[in-house]
């Protein structure tokens, strides 16, 4: 299936990532100086051996002898501080890459609209941030600081068989265009499976995913061994696509390396035959099959570097799919000052989340400042869709929605978020304090005294008590160390905090117990006071004081009125009212 996948133009890439390194130009140039110097004195040393073998071992020149321990160890030296400057400067520059790329990845995930994660898994958004990056930074470090040490290493070594035998030198010239053309055979498979990968790593990255956050469900269902099979075979894809690349990999090092050993034969042989040295002199001899034999590696490494290249560029790639991604319009001017005064209007709104499967069809309603408003209905009946669309998390919906007799567009997106504050079944709280919960949003703007009476207000105050640090305890990923009544008034309390005008309540005492529910609700009976109330409910009987319950099947609205009003017609309402009261009363006879 990956294979197919369309590989962007590496160029493009390239042009898009200098865009991260360009800001640290001169940290990029002490590296490429390093690279040279160290590549320099590398060479250098080789091209030492010719006086060394001629001057010392053939002329015994005993001074230069005596002189020749401290060249060396002075070349060591400052071969040591020549690898340090390009290995520190280039890391530098990496580790900088990495972190303005995770900072503008996460910037941009803060933009996306909510049908970018409908349609994306969390493995598949974590692998971008996590591995992806990584993958770039492996180029940004390690590839360049390769590629810079042995291209230098390859021009000095060439400068140094050129001031020894330039004519023998040539061999390598005609050698050159061979090593490309093996090079360019591996490369585009290379980078198609680096893709492949790239999807491996996500699937392995979501099946551990999913494993971690339904640990209980996959137990107490028996499903271990299904988890398992799930992520064997997806280890088993990663580790089939690794190996494709190292066997693409090795057989053009292979192609590289038999390459340049023509040439060392070929010098091995007029080495043999010139045997009164009119071509090469001892030392020579000894300098250009040092030179040959030391340009094998670098010329390995230059082929062998296109794995972690390609690896690269198809990380890239993905990274900047995601930049590529339409952020959230906000085309609106309008601001608002304060609190909004909570009108809300739906004149025929339509809204699909796919194509041809509509979810709202022409609704129509209109809920007056500091109304309770109910929406109920089935499941999938376009509930949870309206109040979605309140705060713009969608846009691409025909008709229109008015706030306050303004279109909702209209409005700024931080000004027209800020009225709406929300409490559904699932809360969602961090991995914080007690206080930054009940506070997210506003940390910094409000004092300690406020998160306390939005607490009290909450009923929160007496179990927060009892922690040992109190508002100020750690509660765990997702609230984990409390239970579903707490968490709930944890959200409540943040609600409360928020002071927005227009409240809404999706399910949210659905699934608590008795005595919980009456905390909650209470609760929520103080914040409804002061806000217009949207009402998400399954259960019917929480909903009866609202001042208007509009019933909605397959996104259309078929009945709306007050509660009394509609018991008394017979429709949908009615009947369902019934049936739930006729399950309860037979609950409690049982």
Not at 68 to 96: D, K, Q
Not at 512 to 540: F, G, N, P, W
Request: some cysteine; charged content about 20%; hydrophobic content about 45%.
């Amino acid at each position: 299936m990956s294979e197919q996948k369309k590989v962007t133009n590496a160029l493009v890439l390239y042009k898009r990532l200098f865009a991260y390194v360009r800001p640290y130009w001169l940290a990029l140039v002490l590296a490429m100086f390093g690279s040279m110097l160290y590549s320099g004195i590398n060479s250098g040393f080789i091209y030492f051996l010719k006086p060394l073998i001629n001057k010392g071992l053939v002329e015994k020149n005993h001074h230069f002898l005596h002189a020749s321990p401290f060249f060396v160890l002075g070349f060591f030296i400052l071969l040591g501080l020549a690898s340090f400057l390009s290995n520190y400067s280039m890391a530098w520059v990496a580790n900088n890459v990495v972190m303005r790329l995770r900072q503008d990845i996460f910037a941009r995930l803060i933009k996306l609209p909510a049908n970018y994660y409908d349609n994306s898994t969390t493995g598949k958004i974590l692998s971008v941030i996590i591995y992806s990056v990584d993958q770039v930074a492996n180029a940004s470090a390690d590839v360049i600081t390769s590629a810079l040490q042995s291209t230098f290493m390859i021009i000095w070594l060439i400068i140094v068989m050129c001031t020894t035998s330039w004519k023998l030198t040539l061999l390598y010239f005609v050698i050159v265009p061979l090593v490309a053309v093996i090079t360019r055979l591996t490369s585009l498979r290379v980078r198609r499976l680096s893709l492949n990968i790239q999807d491996a790593v996500t699937e392995v990255i979501q099946c551990s995913e999913e494993n971690i956050d339904g640990y209980k469900v996959v137990r107490a269902f028996g499903g271990e061994a299904s988890e398992l099979d799930k992520f064997n075979k997806a280890t088993r894809f990663n580790r089939q696509q690794e190996m494709k690349v190292v066997v693409a990999r090795s057989w053009s090092t292979l192609g590289v390396q038999l390459v340049a050993a023509m040439a060392v034969s070929v010098t091995l042989y007029v080495a043999t035959v010139d045997i009164r040295g009119l071509i090469l002199s001892p030392g020579g001899f000894v300098v250009m099959v040092a030179a040959m034999l030391a340009l094998l590696k670098p010329m390995k490494d230059l082929s062998g570097m296109q794995n972690k290249l390609y690896r690269a560029l198809a990380a890239a790639q993905v990274i900047f799919e995601l930049f590529d991604q339409p952020v959230e319009e906000d085309k609106g001017t309008k601001t608002i000052s304060g609190r909004a005064l909570g009108k809300i209007e739906f004149s025929k709104v339509n809204y699909s989340y796919l194509p041809d499967r509509p979810v709202l069809r022409d609704v129509s309603f209109t809920v007056n400042p500091g109304e309770v408003v109910a929406l109920v209905g089935r499941s999938g009946s376009g509930k949870s869709t309206i109040v979605n669309l309140l705060p713009r998390f969608y846009s691409e919906y025909s008709g229109s929605i008015l706030l306050d007799d303004v279109p909702i567009g209209d409005y700024q997106l931080t000004d027209l978020r800020k009225q709406f504050a929300f409490v559904s079944q699932n809360v969602v709280l961090f991995n914080d304090t007690v206080a930054n919960n009940i506070a997210y949003g506003s940390i910094g703007k409000v004092t300690e005294t406020e998160i306390l009476e939005a607490a009290k207000a909450a009923y929160a105050l007496d179990f927060i008590e009892t922690f040992p640090k109190g508002i100020h305890t750690l509660i765990g990923e997702n609230g984990v160390l409390l239970s579903g009544g707490q968490r709930q008034r944890l959200a409540i309390a943040r609600a409360i905090l928020k002071k927005a005008p227009i409240l809404i309540l999706d399910e949210a005492t659905s699934a608590l117990d008795t005595e919980s529910e009456r905390y909650i609700q209470h609760a929520l009976d103080k914040l409804m006071k002061h806000c217009t109330t949207l009402v998400i409910a399954h259960r019917l009987s929480t909903i009866e004081k609202a001042d208007k319950i509009i019933v909605l099947d397959q996104g259309k609205i078929i009945e709306m009125n007050s509660h009394e009003h509609l018991l008394k017609s017979p429709g949908y309402y009615a009947k369902l009212y019934h049936m739930q009261f006729e399950s309860m009363d037979s609950v409690e006879v049982v």
